[in-house]
């Protein structure tokens, strides 16, 4: 599935319907698709709140590779990404110290093996890619 | 479509897809918790890490005056992304 979409959070909606039909028509299990919103939507949202100078939409590829789920997303005419700006998260701090900030990019670290950014030519790609053999 | 409304027993009950955009709907409501209260979740099919940040702002203010959320009938996707999320160490889960 490829997909561009407008740089809005509102845009969600249109993204979710893109899955959706990715999903069936991959024929992946309920875990699996639940990932896939996981990883498209904490990635995009990522990218709408925080490259805000971009172009006004963000490409979204999803593929089954080599048994392996890939979504990978695209972001246009967008400043240098430092990926070292991204805080851990330490989920075992009490509530008192708990910050929301971070949470999106530790789950999705989580669920998938693979979480890369590549950025050249003003453009960002950010891969997210889980392995689909038991 | 997202939903949160309260039942008649004081439950509040979520159903649908709560993502990013939707997550300002949740925050309203769950704004007007004082007390202790449930949060069903057997109806919700999807939340994001700003849905969870909702839910931390409400269980962080209802703390401060020693009541919380009890979060119940969470399907084994949520249960999983909550104790990646280590919510489980900070919400009573039934």
Known sequence: ?134 | MFDIRRAENGDILLSGRLDASQADKARSVLRTVVESCRVDFGDLEYISSLGLGVLLEAQRRLSESGHGLKLANLSDHLSDLFRLAGFDTIFEIE
């Open chain 1, 1 to 134: 599935m490829r997909g561009s979409f407008n740089r809005r959070i509102d845009a969600l909606d249109d993204v979710f319907r893109s899955i959706d039909a990715f999903v069936v028509r991959e024929g992946l299990p309920e875990p699996i698709a639940f990932a896939t919103k996981l990883a498209v939507e904490e990635l995009f949202t990522n990218l709408v709140r925080h490259n805000t100078g971009g172009s006004d939409h963000i490409d979204v590829d999803l593929a089954i590779e080599d048994e392996r789920l890939v979504v990978r997303l695209t972001d246009f005419d967008v400043e240098p990404f430092d990926e070292s700006s991204i805080q851990p998260v330490d989920v075992h701090l009490p509530l008192e110290d708990r910050k929301v900030g971070g949470l999106g990019v530790h789950l999705v670290r989580n669920i998938f093996d693979e979480l890369t950014y590549a950025y050249s030519d003003r453009t960002l790609c950010v891969t997210a890619a889980k392995n689909l053999e038991t």
